[in-house]
């Protein structure tokens, strides 16, 4: 069955540091890969798309990798802040059908 | 609205009464999903409604569940006889179609079930 793993684990990193969380997924290929975002009482919000055909994708602080050999993409915050604290979920699709497929998301504690 | 709403924010029952949960989508939204997201959990897809099709309802746990859309906008989920274990955050979202290329979804806050 499909599966998708996201570290359960808290990342702790230091203000100014560069965030990395990972997203493994097994048993499916997806034609594409959203992140979200996710505060505490909060419905996740739209970050980041990567497409099957794309290896790397930015939007300001943030850099998105997708490598469909590994099956797994990479989702970096550079320069990091306290403000980017959240839980972060990926959620890889096969695009056959919208309804969208997430991780458990990992969460982000970024320290002054 | 700007965004997704949905009511009520919070709702406590009792085991064995029916709830039901409100979806404000965006104006214009063409697609209208419902999700669950129990503690510690990932997003569960419970059901989405694309116009005026048949809705997929692959995601809905048991017969207790159900959800309509009305006009094609507001949508409702219904629980019946409630469980302690659909205690859970409710989430619905909408997107403005449904090509299946990755169209975002904007998500509701979500309403938080209790049932003691």
């Known amino acids: 069955s499909q599966k998708i793993e996201q570290n359960s684990e808290a990342l702790n990193i230091q203000e100014g540091k560069t965030a990395t969380l990972t997203c493994n997924y097994t048993?499916?290929?997806?034609?594409?890969l959203q992140w979200y975002r996710q505060d505490p009482g909060r419905g996740p919000v739209f970050l980041l798309l990567?497409?099957?055909?794309?290896k790397e994708k930015r939007k300001e602080r943030l850099k998105v990798t997708f490598d469909t050999t590994l099956k797994q993409s990479l989702f970096h915050i550079t320069a990091s802040q306290p403000a980017d604290s959240a839980t972060y979920l990926c959620?890889?699709?096969?695009?056959?059908?919208?309804?969208?497929?997430f991780g458990t998301g990992t969460r982000l504690q970024v320290t002054l | 609205g700007a965004g997704v709403s949905q009511s009520p924010s919070n709702k406590v029952t009792e085991k064995g009464k029916d709830v039901e949960l409100r979806c404000d989508p965006i104006?214009?939204?063409?697609?209208l999903y419902w999700y669950r997201q129990s503690l510690g959990q990932g997003l569960e897809f419970l059901i989405y409604?694309?116009?005026?099709?048949?809705?997929?309802k692959s995601g809905l746990p048991s017969d207790r569940f159900s959800a309509e859309r009305t006009g094609g906008s507001v949508s409702t989920l219904t629980i019946q006889r409630t469980q302690q274990e659909d205690s859970a955050v409710y989430l619905c979202?909408?997107?403005?179609?449904?090509?299946?290329?990755?169209?975002?979804?904007?998500f509701g806050p979500g309403t938080r079930l209790l049932v003691l």
């Open positions: 979202a909408s997107s403005l179609a449904l090509t299946g290329k990755g169209e975002t979804q904007y």
């Open positions: 048993n499916y290929s997806p034609a594409y």
């Open positions: 409604f694309q116009g005026n099709s048949a809705p997929d």
């Open positions: 959620a890889p699709n096969t695009g056959t059908a919208s309804k969208l497929t």
């Open positions: 990567i497409r099957e055909n794309e």
């Open positions: 104006s214009g939204h063409t697609a």
